[in-house]
């Protein structure tokens, strides 16, 4: 018979095994939605989109151990946050950094 702890881990390790399939999944939504950014005439709220997506991606991989996506996450949330406050078109430079950032959260994916 288990343990109330082992059913809990085991619990989490499927969780964790679930979120890591639909990973590659959300990291296109992101991807799309930033494109979106690029064409959408109410960039404002395609960007806050951005940032929200970017938020909880942030917040759930590192919460359930994927670091390395989730800080990769957290810095384009930070960027697409300083855009959104500055409330101007975004600049080349912010652009460029965005896009980056996208680069670097693709390459955070786990192998499969």
Known sequence: MST????????LAGQRAE???????????????WQAVN???DAPKAMKDLERMAHTLAGT??????????AAAKALELLVEHAVVAGTDLTLTQRSEIAQ????????????
Do not use: H, S
């Open 101 to 112: 950032a996208l680069a670097t959260l693709q390459g955070a994916l786990p192998a499969e």
């Open 19 to 33: 979120y890591k399939r639909g990973l590659p999944a959300k990291v296109a939504e992101i991807r799309a939605q």
């Open 4 to 11: 109330p702890q082992e059913e809990f881990q085991k619990f």
């Open 39 to 41: 064409i959408d005439a």
């Open 61 to 70: 991989a590192g919460t359930l151990g994927y670091r390395e996506i989730g």
